[in-house]
């Protein structure tokens, strides 16, 4: 992975300060792809000149003309799986080679890091203030989610629990998520958590709501998903892995700064529901 790099350094003199840097990113490759020359910098206490020179001595205009170089060779070599392929035996077929070949690790790591960077470069601070307020100014919020969805959507709804009244899980042993819809209104949300294998009755859900005239926050993994079409404010993010099964850690970075929008747009009026909480929580031994 860091072939290349390496001949490069060997043609060139560089000074303390620049093998220093040099160091870093062969040892941190993966992470240096994403990471400013400003964080490079604070982490070896050198100063972002230092690490402007450093590139420019390898024959580069700048940080970003070497990161971008550095990048595209990355990803042409990460090994990750397709997410147009969504059958997970598949998926499974298609990974156990690649995974041999490589460094899982590190692989793994980088397939989450770009997951992260989707989330960012995909969704401005505008979508996520959007999708904030249609959750806040709505009087009962459901939250839609199906099998592996639905991890994400405990921790979603543990979250708003603590943020919102009215807050309502769709999935139970005696009842479907149609049956806890039927009475929907214009003046209700829901929050849609959809990614591969995308489910029918997750699209149903998101029909009745759309016909009942309630918002759709959805969270997906692109603009061409089943359910975006009916969705009020869309929020995509990647779930790329390098085996068989989606990767989630980016869907929950990504609930995660939804709520802190929301926590945001509440200030101060979650207080007394923490303490209550809190108070009640302390008398079972949880602290």
Do not use: W
């Amino acid at each position: 992975m860091t072939e290349e790099l390496r001949a490069q350094l060997m043609g060139v003199k560089l000074t303390k300060k620049e093998k220093l840097i040099a160091e870093f990113i062969l040892d941190n490759f993966a992470e240096a792809c994403f990471i400013t020359s400003t964080e490079i910098a604070r982490r070896l206490q050198v100063s972002d000149s230092s690490v402007i020179r450093f590139t420019r001595t390898l024959g580069y205009t700048g940080f970003m003309d070497f990161q971008r170089s550095i990048r595209k060779t990355y990803t042409e070599r990460i090994n990750s799986v397709s997410d147009n392929i969504t059958i997970p035996s598949e998926r499974l077929k298609l990974s156990i080679g690649k995974l041999d070949q490589s460094d899982i690790m590190e692989s793994y790591f980088s397939n989450v890091l770009q997951n992260l960077k989707s989330c960012v470069n995909q969704n401005d601070s505008l979508s996520f203030e959007r999708a904030a307020g249609l959750i806040t100014g709505s009087k009962r919020k459901f939250i839609v989610t199906s099998r592996a969805n639905s991890c994400v959507g405990d921790m979603l709804l543990l979250l708003l629990k603590h943020l919102l009244p009215d807050v309502y899980e769709t999935s139970h042993p005696a009842l479907n998520v149609i049956d806890h819809l039927c009475d929907i209104t214009e003046n209700d949300c829901i929050v849609a958590v959809s990614f591969p294998r995308y489910s029918e009755m997750d699209l149903l859900a998101a029909q009745m709501s759309y016909e009942a005239g309630a918002k759709i926050v959805l969270i997906t993994d692109k603009a061409s998903s089943p359910l975006a079409k009916y969705a009020t404010q869309l929020l995509t993010v990647s779930v790329d892995s390098n085996t068989f099964f989606n990767s989630y850690v980016a869907v929950l970075f990504t609930i995660e700064l939804l709520c802190s929008f929301i926590s945001k747009k509440m200030g101060y009026s979650t207080e007394a529901k923490l303490q209550l909480i809190d108070k009640y929580l302390s008398k079972v031994g949880l602290f």
